[in-house]
């Protein structure tokens, strides 16, 4: 929620019933998941991000983090399904503090590398820039076409994926397009939340 809570999905969540707290339903073909917004799909970078999240879940259960247990998990359902920013900003301290403070990051017990974002302050600090620039609505994006296939000579190969994600894509797109990364990276620290609370 916090890398998007445009309108439109406030709106989704609170009217319509999609993106709250482990929403699914079930289908023939098995489970349909109903949280995770479409603009997860606008290009690599944010379904590389959602995916990544998905496997940092799956280490944290095997490394018998027990996360759930830590948190208020009333409070976090309350904080998607009312788009309360500000109380997932407060959830969102305290979660950082656990990921950084885990031994499952980048060559640990685990070996994770860049296949973690939340597992390494990296990644951890671009996704705290990436939310302070406007989340995925800040961050303007190609067609679908351009932003998932390789460009060749022809044009675009609409059978070869790109492989740019998270850490590749937006690393380049924030240094292109956002001189403030530079003094950010500099003051950012693995013991502050950089997260700058907006209004809805």
Not at 102 to 122: R, V
Not at 123 to 144: A, R
Request: aromatic content about 14%.
């Amino acid at each position: 929620m916090l890398l998007d809570n445009s309108e439109q999905n406030r709106w989704r969540r609170e009217i319509l019933g999609y993106g709250v707290a482990g929403e699914f339903r079930k289908q023939p073909h098995g489970v349909e998941y109903r949280v995770l917004p479409g603009s997860y799909l606008a290009s690599p970078i944010w379904a590389w991000l959602g995916l990544a999240a998905v496997r940092d879940a799956y280490y944290a259960v095997c490394a018998n983090l027990n996360l759930p247990a830590k948190f208020d998990m009333q409070a976090v359902s309350e904080a998607i399904n009312t788009s309360n920013i500000k109380l997932a900003n407060r959830i969102w301290r305290k979660l950082r503090e656990e990921l950084l403070s885990a031994n499952i990051g980048p060559n640990k017990d685990y070996g994770l590398g860049t296949d973690s974002w939340a597992f390494n302050p990296e990644g951890i600090k671009l996704f705290e820039f990436v939310v302070n620039n406007g989340g995925i609505q800040g961050f303007s994006m190609l067609s679908l076409i351009t932003e998932w296939t390789l460009a060749t000579e022809f044009g675009y190969d609409l059978f070869s994926f790109s492989g740019n994600g998270f850490y590749s894509l937006l690393n380049n797109r924030i240094k292109k397009n956002f001189k403030s990364y530079t003094s950010f990276a500099r003051s950012w620290s693995p013991a502050k939340n950089a997260i700058r609370v907006r209004s809805k």
